[in-house]
């Protein structure tokens, strides 16, 4: 076989593989734009995004590190780009109806429960890396994946957490 058509059989199956991985982990994709976008378009260009940045890199992924690890770390630091690059967008545009939002949320709690709406609502405000920090958590990853994730220590990550918690306790009594 030459090397040309070695070259071409290895990207063919590291595609295989990507397509593999991604359907598996599509989950963590789709959390992450759901967290960073509200907006039923919004969240489908920055699923979309997350996979393009995903591809690029893949060709640098470490098949001995955990898959779920590595595309969450792509997927927030893609959403947190998109996030700035809406903000840029939304600077120059003229919002039709404010009450679209609202609507995005109650399309999150069907069920109408005032407490999962409150939470959307806060989740809504926080900054980036704390609304990574509260994805994460609520996925059950461990202190340890969370500071690998996000580059920060795992002492930070228990201190930002523990603040994360106590700050929503305290909004959402405010909300009961």
């Given at each position: 076989m030459s090397a040309q058509a070695t070259t071409m059989a290895d990207a063919k199956s590291g595609a295989v593989v990507f397509q593999e991985l991604i359907e598996r982990h599509r989950g963590i994709v789709f959390k992450v734009a759901n967290v960073?976008?509200?907006q039923a378009e919004d969240r489908a260009d920055l699923a979309q995004e997350i996979v393009a940045q995903c591809w690029r890199a893949f060709a640098g992924y470490d098949?001995?590190?955990?898959?779920?690890?590595?595309?969450y770390r792509i997927a927030l630091n893609v959403a947190i780009s998109f996030g700035r690059g809406a903000q840029l967008r939304d600077s120059h545009a003229l919002a039709l109806d404010e009450d679209l939002h609202d609507v995005a949320i109650e399309e999150a709690a069907p069920d109408g429960d005032e407490r999962i709406r409150a939470l959307y609502h806060l989740?809504?405000?926080?900054?980036?890396?704390n609304r990574a920090l509260l994805l994460l958590y609520l996925d059950e990853r461990n202190y340890r994946d969370i500071a690998e994730i996000l580059g920060i220590t795992e002492t930070n990550v228990a201190t930002k957490i523990a603040r994360l918690k106590q700050?929503?306790?305290?909004?959402?009594?405010?909300?009961a």
């Open positions: 960073y976008a509200r098949p001995q590190r955990p898959f779920p690890t590595w595309l989740i809504d405000r926080l900054d980036p890396l700050r929503l306790r305290e909004d959402l009594a405010d909300h």
